[in-house]
């Protein structure tokens, strides 16, 4: 069993940046990050696979966000630039086996999850 630990999360204002990190207590493959609002389904973000190289990034976040991982850590980290009031949500990094998917469902290991809140 992997443990997810996310931290980074807060308050800030619009048109301002966070890094979000998630920590994984074992090796990892494929990562990913997802966001959800109240009643709402959770939502793809982006996602990373276990070399770096490949990235995938929902049309709403695209040159405004970037994955990245530190294996040597077991880390990733989502880079938030150019935050908007509609990014406010909490924010989970998820893990599963080799492939990168956008389906929440294909993921195997979840974090708790950070609150993201952006004022306009």
């Known amino acids: 069993q992997v443990q997810l630990v996310e931290s980074g999360g807060g308050l800030v204002q619009a048109g301002g940046s966070l890094r979000l990190s998630c920590a994984a207590s074992g090796r990892v493959y494929a990562m990913g990050w997802f966001r959800q609002a109240p009643g709402q389904e959770r939502e793809f973000v982006a996602a990373?696979?276990?070399?770096?190289?490949?990235?995938y990034y929902t049309d709403s976040v695209k040159g405004r966000f970037t994955i990245s991982r530190d294996n040597a850590k077991n880390t990733v980290y989502l880079q938030m630039n150019s935050l908007k009031p509609e990014d406010t949500d909490v924010y989970y990094c998820?893990?599963?086996?080799?492939?990168?998917?956008?389906?929440?469902?294909?993921?195997?290991?979840w974090g708790q999850g950070t609150q993201v809140t952006v004022s306009s």
């Open positions: 998820a893990a599963k086996g080799a492939t990168m998917t956008l389906n929440p469902n294909e993921y195997w290991y």
């Open positions: 990373i696979s276990q070399s770096g190289d490949t990235t």
